[in-house]
């Protein structure tokens, strides 16, 4: 079992910049894909970025290139997502996920097996 837990929600102006973190713990850290997902008002929830165990393959959806950075940190059973250049429409409440599957796979995925609580994020225009 893998519990999950964020930090680093906040608010911000737009164009500022925001560091999530999301640790885990549990005996079955290794191996496993982490990721983040967002809901935002009255929109489903969407996934944002994932990263393999490796740190070697990485997958972000398209509203979030270039302005957004997963990494991971697998001695501290962390990952991170780096926001910058934050916009109105990345108003949500962010979740920490993990799964067995590749990060590419994410977005056609019905169901993951480890989600956070969640953080919310609120970027002020």
């Known amino acids: 079992q893998v519990q999950l837990v964020e930090s680093g929600g906040g608010s911000v102006q737009v164009g500022g910049s925001l560091r999530l973190s999301c640790t885990a713990s549990g005996d079955t850290f290794t191996g496993l894909t982490m990721g983040w997902f967002r809901k935002g008002p009255g929109e489903e929830r969407d996934v944002v970025a994932s990263?393999?165990?490796?740190?070697?393959?990485?997958w972000d959806a398209p509203s979030v290139r270039g302005r957004f950075t997963i990494s991971r940190e697998n001695n501290k059973n962390t990952v991170f997502l780096q926001m910058n250049n934050l916009k109105p429409e990345d108003t949500a409440v962010y979740y920490c996920a993990a799964d067995k599957v590749p990060p590419e796979s994410w977005p056609y995925l019905s169901r993951l097996d480890y989600w956070g609580q969640g953080t919310q994020v609120t970027v002020a225009a």
């Open positions: 990263i393999s165990h490796s740190g070697t393959d990485t």
